[in-house]
């Protein structure tokens, strides 16, 4: 079974770091596009961040040139480095690529952002 482990949330300060890990098993995630999404509460899930598997990258306007999506191949990990963090970054962050016609989500993992 297809399975997604996000980690590396966390609580933060403003202006801070976070590293977010999305690794997979029984899929090759360089070979998938793979999608960083994230809900704050009361409202709705929106796209941050993507990378296909050729490489190319996009982002949500209100991350760019913050946060930076990438991928360990040996790993089968995708990364989602977000600097300079802002209390509206705060959300559940989830992960998801699709893969014979299915989509597959991780469990997401908590981002908090203080001020």
């Known amino acids: 079974q297809v399975q997604l482990v996000e980690s590396g949330g966390g609580l933060v300060q403003v202006g801070g770091s976070l590293r977010l890990s999305c690794t997979a098993s029984r899929i090759i995630l360089s070979t998938n596009a793979v999608t960083w999404y994230r809900q704050a509460p009361g409202k709705e899930r929106e796209l941050v961040a993507l990378?296909?598997?050729?490489?190319?990258?996009n982002y949500a306007d209100s991350v760019k040139g913050r946060f930076a999506i990438s991928r360990d191949n040996e790993k089968n990990t995708v990364f989602l480095q977000m600097n300079s963090l802002k209390p509206e970054d705060t959300a559940i962050y989830y992960c998801k690529t699709s893969y014979r016609n299915r989509e597959y989500w991780g469990q997401g993992t908590q981002v908090t952002v203080s001020s």
């Open positions: 990378i296909l598997s050729g490489g190319v990258r």
